[in-house]
């Protein structure tokens, strides 16, 4: 059964910084991505990266936000800079399978901007 699971969610000052994991248990994706769902508001994509292009990201979040994968580790990271209070959520990795484009998602993890 393939598994991903989220950890380094947190309570951050503005301003602060935190790195997201998400640990998979199969190296089956063609892309990976980061989504968040904030309080009332439906999930949105943040970050993605795929097997034969570079990464991409929502306008809200370029610039500070980095999405990097290490396939040996089965590890991908979002490291988010400069965090504002309105990248409050919780926020979910996702995997599509090469075969079968089938997404795998993890259980999330909450990140909490406030002062």
């Known amino acids: 059964q393939v598994r991903l699971v989220e950890s380094g969610g947190g309570l951050v000052q503005p301003g602060e910084s935190l790195r997201l994991s998400c640990g998979f248990s199969e190296n089956i994706f063609i892309t990976m991505a980061w989504y968040r769902q904030a309080p009332g508001k439906q999930r949105e994509l943040i970050a993605t990266?795929?097997?034969?292009?570079?990464?991409k990201y929502a306008e809200d979040v370029k610039g500070r936000f980095t999405i990097s994968k290490e396939n040996a580790d089965k590890m991908l990271y979002l490291q988010m800079n400069s965090l504002k209070p309105d990248d409050t959520a919780v926020y979910y990795c996702?995997?599509?399978?090469?075969?079968?484009?089938?997404?795998?998602w993890g259980q999330g993890t909450q990140v909490t901007v406030s002062s």
């Open positions: 996702k995997g599509r399978s090469i075969v079968g484009n089938r997404d795998y």
């Open positions: 990266t795929t097997v034969s292009s570079g990464p």
